[in-house]
């Protein structure tokens, strides 16, 4: 199918600048090339994107010396400066990235495969997502707008800044989750790193003279490369205070091990997870398989919050597994442009060679593929496939698969489930299916306490924004939500004073004239 002129990819986008202590840094050295799977000629072959720059530890610790600059031990502009101001920053910020919408759509599209209206509703989410930030920031600050009084002290009571920020976002969600990381962490006046995924790179190219003239020198900066070779020896420094991460917890560890004095590092994680469904035996069929659906395979499976293994009751496992089968191979398989796609090509190259290795390991080891087309092989795409019975030696019960592949595992005793859960190094979320309420509440009371989230008969998912999103043991550290994610990028901060005549003058002439950026009971509107 012809490609819509729109979205043709008419010359590679060389990306030759990074954002150094408010200055678009020209870059001379090597650089890696970006090719997407989707092929843009009639014979199958990558299409070249464009370039980044290939950046090592001279530029990360150009970048760590302006953010640490910046932040100034706490007496730097950004971290001093008026909560309203730096709304204000942030508000000129995301209007300039507004501007940028068509761009970013058209890259996430290419990059990572996400389809055309999934591609728009990240952008949106993500600008709305900045703006309900802004609105929950001033309502922390108007409650915050007053003094209390305990056993003869006053407090004012705020929250502030942590320090130096290390920002490093996935690649499913390079613009969405990598901002729901990087806009509280600047909006609470720290100051941040920040090094886009391998995938999902270029769509960051658009939006960086926005981050460069909307916030003061050396409050983002802005590099490129390997994260190995960038993200080490920003650690190693000890100079960081925030390491704010999505991908796995492999990568976690090591960066933190990195740092010298790991007991001053605050960790921001969201790491992987291996989300259950456990469908019981009165669930109601049709909605189960449609939640289902959306659980396993909303891009591809690609998401941390995806279902990964379903647990199948054995009285309703035969026919939620043949109308399962059959919706999966009733699905549409195309380019994200394409009208009505629900399945579109994996980014990263060696994805479908993974996928077939847990097929055939699991199919070796007694599983059948029930669904006709699965395991079918494309340039760029391994078509879904729904394994059963699988059991617990099998790879792909034991691995996050983080694509399309789906293993069902039969149990009879609810017990099965729920204590494989609770040997599970994850805990994030779980979707349990049925009506019984006398089976369902002592279900709910358990699952509360293995993981963060249960989902009534329906799928796992992030969203809504305001809700908090976190895990449990490997699957997250620190919550994020709108409103958490703000005070995960904060402390607790306050002045006390006894109550007596000189601190009343004193503090009744600081707030009369202004004179304190902290001490101030303005109500922001």
């Known amino acids: 199918m012809a490609i819509p002129a729109e979205y043709k990819i008419t010359e590679p986008l060389n990306q030759k600048t990074y954002l150094l202590n408010g200055d678009l840094k020209e870059w001379t050295g090597n650089v890696s090339k970006v090719y997407s799977t989707i092929s843009s000629t009639d014979k199958y072959k990558p299409t070249l994107l464009g370039s980044i720059p290939d950046m090592g530890e001279k530029e990360a610790l150009e970048a760590l010396d302006a953010a640490t600059g910046a932040y100034n031990r706490g007496q730097g502009a950004w971290p001093t400066m008026l909560v309203r101001d730096r709304i204000a920053c942030m508000e000129v910020f995301v209007e300039k990235m507004k501007t940028k919408r068509e761009e970013v759509v058209k890259l996430l599209m290419w990059e ?182 959306a659980g396993t395979l909303s891009f591809n499976g690609q998401r941390c919050t995806a279902l990964k293994v379903i647990y199948a009751h054995e009285n309703i496992a035969d026919g939620f597994n043949t109308q399962f089968a059959e919706r999966v191979d009733a699905m549409k398989f195309g380019n994200p442009w394409d009208a009505g796609v629900q399945l579109t090509p994996l980014p990263e190259p060696g994805k479908p060679d993974y996928i077939q290795e847990l097929i055939d390991d699991a199919v070796a080891k007694g599983a059948k593929i029930l669904n006709k087309k699965g395991g079918k092989r494309f340039d760029n795409y391994i078509w879904p496939a729904v394994l059963y019975p699988v059991t617990k030696d099998m790879r792909v019960y034991q691995e996050e698969q983080f694509g399309p592949i789906i293993p069902i595992v039969p149990f009879s005793d609810i017990d099965e ?56 043991k490997d699957s997250a550290q620190s919550t994020l939500s709108v409103h958490d994610a703000l005070r995960s990028f904060s402390i607790r901060t306050f002045v006390a004073f006894k109550d007596n005549e000189l601190n009343t003058e004193i503090v009744e002439k600081l707030l009369e004239a202004k004179l304190s950026n902290f001490i101030s009971t303005d109500y922001i509107l």
């Open 112 to 293: 990572i495969g996400k389809s055309l209206p999934d591609s728009q509703k990240e952008f949106d989410r993500t600008v709305e997502y900045i703006y309900d930030t802004i609105e929950d920031y001033k309502q922390m600050d108007r409650d915050a707008a007053k003094f209390q009084k305990q056993d003869g002290v006053y407090a004012h009571i705020k929250r502030g800044p942590l320090g130096v920020v290390l920002c490093l976002g996935p690649y499913n969600y390079p613009l969405n989750e990598t901002f729901a990381l990087l806009i509280p962490a600047i909006i609470m006046g720290n100051t941040t790193i920040f090094k886009p995924a391998k995938h999902g790179v270029l769509l960051i190219a658009p939006l960086i003279e926005a981050f460069k003239s909307s916030f003061p020198k050396g409050v983002v900066n802005i590099l490129f490369g390997r994260g190995r070779a960038v993200a080490s020896p920003i650690m190693q420094t000890g100079k960081v205070d925030v390491l704010a991460l999505i991908g796995n917890s492999k990568s976690a560890n090591a960066l933190q091990n990195q740092h010298p004095k790991s007991n001053r590092l605050r960790l921001v994680l969201g790491l992987e997870a291996k989300n259950p469904a456990i469908i019981l035996p009165d669930a109601d069929l049709s909605l189960t398989v449609d939640e289902c659906l």
């Open 417 to 472: 489930p729920l204590n494989d859960m609770a040997e599970s190094n994850y805990g994030q979320q779980v979707s349990l299916f049925g009506k019984d309420v006398y089976a369902v509440a002592p279900l709910i009371d358990t699952l509360v306490n293995l993981v963060c989230r249960v989902n009534l008969n329906s799928s796992c998912q992030r969203g809504p924004d305001v809700y908090p999103f976190t895990g449990r």
